[in-house]
């Protein structure tokens, strides 16, 4: 029954490699990511769709995330992700690269109702900028490394009532050199 609604249904697993900085490579390179949906404007959302990026071939450079919410030169402002089913996104083994949505620089936008799947990485992964997000009523289930977490300067992240089970390191989790602020995690259920 999920997702509800009249979403489509993508696949990214067939997209164009993506490199990151091919002067700095290894460093900053990764040959391996495809392109996601990459969310770069005020308003809107994305709602009900079904959501993958890994070919069912194993092949890793056919794999990548399936949400990144980030401007390019400006923040994104109000925007909406509310009852996807985003799911097998990032390649396996992992490369702590691809999540199944990338919350990196929203503002004042919410992370609602979707069901979040056998992630490569991390489900939920509110870093580097988020400011004053509403992550609730999610169910993340089976990541491979980490359900949710708030990183970087995060601000203002209101992590409540969603239910992140079974992830393969932690089900919440703040990351080192974490130097956000008002940010919060409250009623939500956890279980490993």
Wanted: include cysteine; glycine fraction near 12%; hydrophobic fraction near 30%.
């Amino acid at each position: 029954e999920w997702p509800e609604g009249d979403g489509l249904r993508i696949d990214l697993s067939y997209g164009v490699q993506k490199v990151f900085s091919p002067n700095m490579c290894p460093l900053a390179c990764d040959t391996y990511n495809t392109v996601p949906i990459h969310w770069d404007s005020d308003g809107g959302g994305i709602y009900a769709n079904d959501i993958s990026n890994r070919d069912p071939s194993g092949n890793t450079a056919r794999a990548g995330m399936g949400i990144l919410i980030a401007g390019s030169t400006t923040h994104v402002i109000g925007t909406e992700i509310d009852g996807n089913y985003l799911h097998h996104c990032g390649q396996l083994p992992r490369n702590n690269h691809e999540h199944c949505l990338y919350v990196s620089h929203l503002r004042g936008g919410t992370v609602t109702d979707n069901l979040i799947y056998d992630s490569a990485d991390r489900g939920i992964q509110n870093s580097s900028a988020p400011q004053n997000v509403t992550v609730s009523g999610n169910l993340v289930v089976a990541t491979h490394d980490t359900g949710v977490n708030v990183c970087g300067t995060a601000q203002g992240v209101n992590v409540h009532n969603n239910v992140v089970v079974l992830s393969g390191n932690d089900d919440f989790t703040t990351c080192p050199g974490y130097n956000g602020s008002a940010n919060s995690f409250t009623d939500n259920c956890t279980w490993m």
